[in-house]
């Protein structure tokens, strides 16, 4: 019998070993035991139609052996040892066909280990089809179907577990911030490394305390050495990170609906003792600013009210806040950004503000576009991006842009409009440097004599937001603070709308604006 048969029997001596071992390192030790066994003895089976029974038999007496060699080094038959041949004694080391043979198995198993693995996790907790792990997996659908079994038939408590939690599966959106070069195929961005379904599962189980791999595996319902070889990328990829030893802890922030809850229940009761004063001052700075000769981009002075409002929180931001605002170090990739996850039901509004800005570069570099999100009633907005904000300059300037296909596509995202008669006009107001001056100059005046009671009250809502976090991910939470400080500002808005103080915004009109660089 052609000693390369043996091949065609290792999944089923693998399922033979899985079935009587612990751990899948065991399963593949095993099963190499009880191959190379085969392979040696091969040569005195006189009869092929006995070759299972035979080969059985064999499997018998290797595993009562190994068994009792359990917890000791089985370093003659370690697949990632290929010196180790030498000491398979009685072997010939002249018959290459032999060695070939030892190295396709060695592959083979070690191959075989990490399917059935990778099958439990897919089916389980990814809930793919066996055609859709086959296809993912590049081996038929029935092998996907048959070791399914096997692995069902070892770990059938842990596949119940599975099977619980993949009913109810936590399902995290991830998210970076900070500065990054990604282009999603080359440099992927650095979500694509652990979004898999366990991996989700183990950074929610490890968000509010520290947990061991027994810890996760029980909460997860998966055998422990599934857990470990997450841990394992998670940890190299900045997602986890070893709290005390044997205790992992996931570090980066993830959004849930604790935090809504408590800005529901504190946001607008810290802020309403100042509505009254901070809504007159903003009232103020509107009735003046409406007089500097920016570009009105002919908005409502009602909602102008919302960019001169978010243009002066951002003033008070940089020139008055005081929290910190930690820098951000350097990830593995030589990059520097912070993981962020959100798995809020929706049902509670958190404090949410976002303020994206972007330069225009080339020859000219003379703009920036700013678009604030968070204003209710005031819908998302793109900001632009390098040449568009270049055609819209040009168009404030001359009336016209050379760079026709920006043009076009400004206007399909409606930063520019093409009235009836041809003529282009930009739908963003501007300001020139002297005029950012001048309303800076006007914030001063009407806000700072309330900047000490409102710093007084964000603190306060600070201090109980910040205790949310887990404790070593301050700096985190110091960032997102820093926003808490501008949203409350909002927050005060949406109160102000609520009580009929100050008009709503035109329905879908932008918060947004281009300001000229000094």
């Known amino acids: 019998m052609d000693v390369t048969e043996i091949e065609r029997y290792i999944d089923k001596v693998y399922a033979y070993a899985v079935k009587r071992t612990f751990t899948e390192e065991e399963a593949a030790d095993l099963s190499q035991e009880i191959l190379f066994t085969a392979v040696k003895g091969l040569p005195r089976l006189r009869e092929e139609s006995s070759f299972e029974p035979w080969l059985w038999g064999i499997a018998g007496n290797v595993t009562k052996s190994f068994r009792r060699k359990q917890g000791r080094q089985r370093a003659m038959y370690s697949y990632d040892m290929p010196e180790d041949l030498s000491d398979a004694g009685g072997l010939d080391q002249e018959n290459e066909e032999l060695e070939e043979l030892y190295g396709r198995l060695r592959r083979n198993i070690s191959m075989l280990s990490a399917m059935y693995r990778d099958i439990i996790i897919l089916f389980y907790y990814d809930n793919l089809s066996t055609k859709t792990i086959a296809d993912r997996l590049g081996i038929p659908e029935g092998t996907v179907t048959w070791r399914l079994s096997e692995a069902r038939r ?208 080339g020859t000219k570099g003379h703009y920036t576009h700013t678009v604030y999100h968070g204003i209710d009633g005031i819908p998302w907005r793109e900001i632009m991006y390098d040449n568009y904000i270049n055609a819209c300059e040009d168009i404030l300037l001359t009336g016209s842009s050379d760079d026709v296909d920006s043009t076009a596509l400004a206007i399909q995202s409606e930063y520019i409009l093409r009235r009836e008669n041809g003529e282009l006009f930009v739908t963003v107001p501007a300001f020139t440097v002297e005029q950012k001056t001048a309303f800076d100059a006007l914030v001063e005046k009407y806000l700072s004599p309330l900047i000490d009671e409102y710093n007084q009250l964000t603190s306060s809502f600070i201090a109980g937001y910040k205790r949310l976090f887990p404790k070593h991910l301050l700096e985190d939470a110091d960032r997102m603070c820093r926003n808490i400080y501008f949203g409350l500002g909002y927050v005060l808005l949406a109160y102000a709308q609520k009580v009929g103080i100050i008009e709503p915004p035109t329905p879908g009109c932008c918060c947004d604006v281009m300001l000229e660089k000094r």
Not at 204 to 229: I, M, N, R
Not at 292 to 319: G, P, R, V
Not at 331 to 336: E, H, L, S, T, V
Request: proline content about 3%; hydrophobic content about 40%.
């Open 154 to 361: 070892k770990l059938k408590k842990e596949c119940v577990k599975m099977e619980e939690s993949a009913l109810r599966p936590v399902k995290l959106q991830l998210d970076i911030y900070g500065s990054g070069n990604f282009d999603g195929v080359k440099i992927p961005f650095p979500t694509a490394f652990i979004d898999d379904a366990l991996s989700q599962n183990i950074l929610y189980y490890c968000y509010d305390g520290a947990k061991s791999t027994e810890d996760l595996a029980k909460l997860c319902g998966v055998p422990a050495y599934y857990v470990e070889e997450r841990l394992e990328n998670l940890v190299k990829r900045g997602a986890v990170i070893e709290a005390v030893k044997g205790k992992y802890q996931t570090d980066f922030i993830i959004w849930s609906d604790k935090y809504g809850i408590y800005c529901e229940e504190n946001a607008e009761k810290t802020i309403i003792p100042m509505v009254d004063m901070m809504v007159a001052a903003l009232k103020a700075l509107a009735s003046d600013a409406g007089k500097i000769d920016f570009y009105k981009a002919e908005k409502k002075e009602s909602d102008l009210f919302y960019l001169y409002s978010s243009m002066a929180l951002e003033y008070m931001l940089h020139h008055y806040c005081k929290l910190p605002l930690p820098e951000i170090r350097e990830n593995y990739d030589g990059m520097c950004w912070r993981y962020l996850g959100n798995m809020e039901t929706g049902t509670h509004k958190r404090i949410r503000f976002a303020l994206n800005r972007c330069g225009n570069m």
